[in-house]
């Protein structure tokens, strides 16, 4: 995928994620971009290795594995930021 779609993709990634664990995080918008982008990448790593596939393109498994890897991006991130 192009860096567009892997921003457009993260966006909502971490929207979602953001939806599903609401709470007050510092950083907003950017925050929720990067979360969501980095969540993507590292729930595709995950599910790799795990056999599960990964994010391989703009599907509702690709999604899944996204928006995982955000909302576990997001909790570590609240457990650095107390």
Request: charged share 5%; hydrophobic share 60%.
């Amino acid at each position: 995928m192009g860096i567009i779609a892997w921003i457009v993709f993260g966006l909502i990634a971490g929207a979602i994620a953001k939806l599903l664990m609401p709470g007050k995080d510092p950083g907003g918008f950017i925050i929720t971009i990067v979360i969501g982008i980095l969540g993507a990448v590292v729930g595709g790593w995950i599910g790799t290795a795990l056999g599960m596939g990964g994010v391989s393109g703009f599907n509702f498994g690709s999604f899944v594995v996204a928006v995982l890897g955000a909302i576990v991006l997001l909790v570590l991130y609240r457990v650095v930021r107390r």
